[in-house]
């Protein structure tokens, strides 16, 4: 039987093995397509210290016209929908219902 182990504190950032996620503008993407384009897609990822296999996908994405769609419009968790009061109906057994 195997045994789960967990750290108690996880390490610092500096020393991990990873990145953190970053995230992309449109603009951002866009300017570094057009250098890609212009040069070439290894020497635009170098410049911009983006993974090579990440403008090739961005490429696709604007060739399939889906660039905008697939970018996020603002960083960070999405916000909740908050229910608006007109849309539940209590009635007189105190019953929940939609209108």
Known sequence: MS???TLKNKPPKERRGYRTRRVWSLKQKQEILELANATSALHASRIHDVDIRLVFQWRAHEKLGELEKRTWREPGRPKRRIRQRD????DDEGAWGDR
């Open 87 to 90: 849309d539940i109906d209590i």
């Open 3 to 5: 045994r789960i182990h």
